[in-house]
């Protein structure tokens, strides 16, 4: 029996460094183009998908970076996001509900390069990781409520999906001059 486990960890630091808050908590939270984007690359056959602004993209598999997630310094297109919406994930969710985009003005937030880790075996469990940190330099604190990762299609694109979108348990303060981190461990145990 393989069961597929998906987890992200936030970290909400201080201007100084100072830990604020920190937790992990398992997500169920996959969403529709996900399963799309998995299926055009597993059985090479194009797709119709809705990108993040709502509009079908027929994706054509082939590129090198199909579901690029490690999102670039300065871009809040794709890799992990954040936002401040708090309505219920569904399966049909094509981007988080309020994002928070990428910045210094009053309600954004500066995105650091993406990093991971390759993936690894540990007994019977294989894993990776995706991570990011988000630094509020916007004069005010931001509450951040959802998280997420979107993926950029390199192709005919380039063009960005929602692959999974989670709503916090409870609203974060990120400060002005602090950082949230978001970190996504995808797990496949046998």
């Not at 998906?6 to 909400?12: A, D, I, N, P």
């Amino acid at each position: 029996k393989m069961n597929t486990h998906l987890y992200y960890s936030v970290k909400v630091t201080d201007s100084k460094g100072k830990v604020l808050k920190k937790f992990t908590r398992k997500s169920r939270s996959y969403v529709t183009a996900y399963n799309e984007m998995l299926s055009t690359q597993m059985t090479v056959t194009a797709e119709s998908i809705l990108d993040t602004g709502n509009t079908a993209r027929n994706l054509t598999p082939g590129s090198t970076s199909d579901m690029d997630c490690l999102g670039a310094v300065n871009n809040s297109l794709y890799g992990t996001v954040i936002g401040t919406g708090s309505t219920a994930v569904t399966i049909s969710d094509y981007k988080l509900a309020a994002q928070i985009a990428h910045g210094t003005g009053a309600g954004q937030m500066s995105h650091a390069l993406a990093s991971r880790t390759a993936s690894a075996v540990v007994g019977s469990t294989a894993s990776f990781t995706i991570t990011r940190i988000i630094t509020n330099s916007s004069g005010a604190p931001i509450i951040v409520a959802e998280c997420g990762i979107y993926s950029k299609y390199a192709g005919a694109g380039p063009y960005y999906f929602c692959l999974i979108r989670d709503v916090l348990t409870s609203t974060i303060s990120v400060p002005n001059g602090g950082s949230i981190t978001i970190v996504y461990t995808m797990k496949a145990t046998v």
